[in-house]
C-alpha cells in the first residue's frame, strides 16, 4: 500500500500553503482577540481556490475528490490559524452531494455558501441521535420534524455550530415524532430560522447558536449512513486541522530551541527540552498516520471510516494540547504573553478538543469500535 502523496496531492497541498500565505492571518487571530468582529472573511479564498466543490461530483461541476484531499487543505488550514470555514462546509457538501441536490452547482460556483449542522450518530453510550447542547456535558436531541407535503418544518436549537453565522443554506438533521431521521437544507433567510454569532475562547473559530421556529426547508434524499459518513468527515477535518497547528508548534519551538542560550548552551540541547520535543514529533507522527488511514478508509474500506476518523481525532486532539503547552513551556514568560502566538494554539487546542462531541467523545468511539461487545 503505496502512502507518498501523489502529484495532484502535493500540487493541492502547496497551491493551499500558497493561497493561505496572501492573508496575514496569524496577525489576524491577534487582533480578533480584541475585536473578534475583524476576522476576515476567508470565503473568497475558498471560491477561488475551488475549494467549495472538493466532494462534490465532476457531473455538478465540483472537483470529485475525496475526504484525504479536503484534510490536506485544512492541515493547511491549521497550520496558519486561517478561519477558513471548511469545518461548516466540506461535511455539508458531502451531504449535499449524496442527495445528488439542487443545490450543487450554485455551492460550487460559491453563489451559497451551506454549513453542517453537526448531528452525532448513536453510540452505545447515547443511543439516540444529538446536537450539541448550549450548556452542560449532556448531549441535546434532534430538532423536530413535520413532513408537509414536499417541505420539512423544523422546530428546535443546535449550538456552536462552526461558521453558521456566515451561511447561506443550513444542513440539519432532524428527527420526526416517530423517529425517523433525515436531512433537510433550509436556507438561513427562511422565516423561523436564527444563528445568533457566538465567540467562545477561540476568536478564529467562529460559532453559531441556530435556532429553527417552524422553520420550512426541502428534504433531503439520504440515508442515515450519509448522515453518519458527514459526522465522521467533521471528525477528519478537526483532526487534519489540528495536525496543521501541531506542525506549526513543533516547527517553532525548535527554532527557538537552537537559537536561545542560556549558560552559553542553546536550550535544545537540555534533556527537558530535547525530550519533550521529541514527545510532540512522536504524537505528530501517529496522528499523520491516522490521517492517512482516515483519508484512505473512506474512499477504500467505509465501515472502517467511523474508527479511522475517530481515532485521528482522539490523537490530534490530545497531540495539540500537548504541543501547544510545549509551545508555551519552550518559549519561557515570552511564551505566556498576548504578544507571541503560542497563547493562539493553546486557544485553538482548548475549543477543537470540545468541538463536535470532542475527543473524550471519539475516544469512546474508538473503544466502541475496536472492542467486541460483551
Known sequence: MNFALSDEQEFLREA????LARHKTIEAAHAALEDPASLPDLWPTVVEAGWTGLLIGEDAGGAGLGVFEA?????????????????????????????????LEAVVSGELRPVYVAARPPSELEPRWTVEPPSGV????????????????????????PDAAGADLLVAVAETA??????????????????????????????????????????????EDD???????????IA?????????????????????????????????????????????????GLQYYAGWARGSK?????????????????????AARSMINVHGGIGATWEHDAPLFFRRAQLSRRLRGGTHDATDRVAEESLPAA
Open 16 to 19: 493551499a500553503r500558497g493561497a
Open 71 to 103: 484534510m490536506l487543505v485544512s492541515e493547511e488550514a491549521g497550520r496558519v490559524l486561517a478561519a477558513v470555514p471548511l469545518l461548516g462546509l466540506v461535511p455539508a457538501t458531502a451531504i449535499l452531494n449524496a442527495a445528488a441536490d439542487e443545490s
Open 138 to 161: 449532556a448531549r441535546a436531541p434532534l430538532p423536530r420534524a413535520r413532513i408537509d407535503a414536499d417541505a420539512v418544518v423544523l422546530d428546535g436549537k443546535a449550538a456552536f455550530v
Open 178 to 223: 416517530d423517529g425517523q431521521v433525515l436531512a433537510a437544507a433550509v436556507a438561513t433567510g427562511a422565516e423561523g430560522v436564527t444563528t445568533e454569532p457566538v465567540v467562545r475562547y477561540d476568536p478564529t473559530r467562529p460559532l453559531g447558536n441556530v435556532t429553527f421556529a417552524g422553520a420550512r426547508g426541502r428534504r433531503l434524499s439520504v440515508d
Open 227 to 237: 448522515l453518519a459518513d458527514a459526522w465522521y468527515v467533521a471528525q477528519s477535518l
Open 240 to 288: 487534519a486541522e489540528s495536525l496543521g497547528a501541531v506542525q506549526t508548534c513543533l516547527d517553532s519551538s525548535v527554532a527557538y530551541a537552537k537559537e536561545r542560550f542560556t549558560f552559553g548552551r542553546p536550550i535544545g540541547s537540555y534533556q527537558a527540552i530535547k525530550h519533550e520535543l521529541t514527545e510532540v514529533l512522536r504524537r505528530l507522527e501517529n496522528v499523520r
Open 302 to 322: 467505509p465501515e472502517e471510516f467511523p474508527l479511522a476518523a475517530s481515532a485521528a481525532r482522539a490523537a490530534s486532539g490530545r497531540a495539540l494540547d500537548f
